[in-house]
């Protein structure tokens, strides 16, 4: 029993049309995709008129199909029950007040409730969706305004081994050594894992062992952890993310993810929570906070210094996407 559908990957926007067999044994497959799944595992949207069926498989691509008659055979031939749904869905009563609350959903989704729909959101994206969206981003930084690394092969051995053992070598995680005079001194997360450390916030801490750059990877950790960049990125295009999640195409992060990266404030609850954590983290390893803190107060020299210098533009750095408070430096002068 086959039909024909559209597939999509979730990585890009292109569709393939795919053949699609379902299986007396009870399993979906598309031999042309290498997919087989068990049908159970499947997740199949209920029948809406006559608008294209949605297949959800585990490995977070889609399939799209008109052909919701022949559905509706094998569904039945394979015994498996109908949703009730699709007998409401007759109703154009329920049909009204379903478009009505839908209606009021998505408003409330671009307005008073952007925050909390991005924390939903933010839970549906496939990782392979976050990965090569952060690959790519990272790319594109590469060929812009990030450069080899000058750092030292010593420097750069400590610092990974301070890595290692705070992210317990997990491989989710990831440290990237890059430089970037035109940004200046500053560190940021991509939402796959990757933590991107540039020399210029290095050669500011005067630590010898660099324990000021220990915590500013911990707080990078938590933005990840916390998923701070992924929902900064759906907060800010909520419509655009919830169409693309429902067409399978995600493609509009790849685009959208190096400017939010470099130029997007996150918000003061985020700061916060990423500092808390960051706190904790160092506790646990039996760290002093107290070198981020110094590390902290040798940024807002920087800053004073560069800001009398007229000569030098003024890009991007530290201070636009984390800004430095007294409060902080404070919170962290206090082990």
Do not use: C
């Amino acid at each position: 029993m086959k039909i024909t559908a559209k597939l999509y990957d979730g990585k890009s926007s292109k569709e393939h049309n795919v053949v699609v067999e379902f299986t007396p044994t009870k399993r979906l497959r598309v031999d042309s995709f290498n997919i087989d799944f068990p049908l159970e595992e499947v997740d199949i949207s209920s029948r809406l008129g006559s608008t294209p069926r949605v297949i959800h498989l585990p490995n977070g691509m889609r399939l799209k199909s008109e052909e919701n008659d022949k559905i509706d055979e094998i569904l039945k031939s394979l015994n498996i029950s109908h949703s009730k749904t699709h007998n409401l869905e007759r109703s154009w009563k329920i049909a009204i007040a379903s478009i009505v609350l839908i209606a009021a959903f998505v408003v409330f989704m671009l307005t008073a409730g952007a925050d909390y729909s991005a924390d939903i959101l933010a839970k549906f994206i496939p990782k392979e969706s976050l990965d090569y969206a952060s690959k790519k981003a990272l790319s594109q930084l590469d060929r812009g305004p990030l450069h080899k690394s000058n750092l030292t092969q010593d420097k750069k051995i400590k610092i990974l081994k301070m890595f290692k053992s705070l992210t317990k070598n997990e491989k989710r995680y990831k440290l990237h050594f890059r430089s970037s005079p035109q940004i200046g001194p500053n560190a940021f997360a991509l939402p796959s894992g990757d933590i991107v450390l540039l020399d210029e916030l290095v050669f500011l801490d005067k630590d010898k062992e660099l324990k000021g750059i220990l915590g500013v990877l911990a707080h990078e950790k938590a933005h990840i952890v916390y998923k701070h960049s992924l929902k900064g990125l759906i907060k800010g295009s909520i419509a655009a993310t919830v169409i693309s999640y429902v067409s399978g195409d995600l493609s509009f992060m790849v685009t959208t993810l190096p400017t939010l990266i470099v130029t997007s404030k996150y918000s003061r609850e985020f700061e916060s929570q990423a500092d808390r954590y960051a706190k904790e983290q160092l506790k646990s390893m039996g760290e002093s906070t107290k070198p981020l803190a110094k590390l902290f107060i040798n940024l807002e020299e920087y800053e004073h210094k560069r800001n009398k210098d007229s000569n030098v533009s003024k890009y991007l750095n530290i201070f636009s996407t984390h800004p430095i408070t007294q409060k902080r430096i404070e919170y962290f002068m206090k082990d």
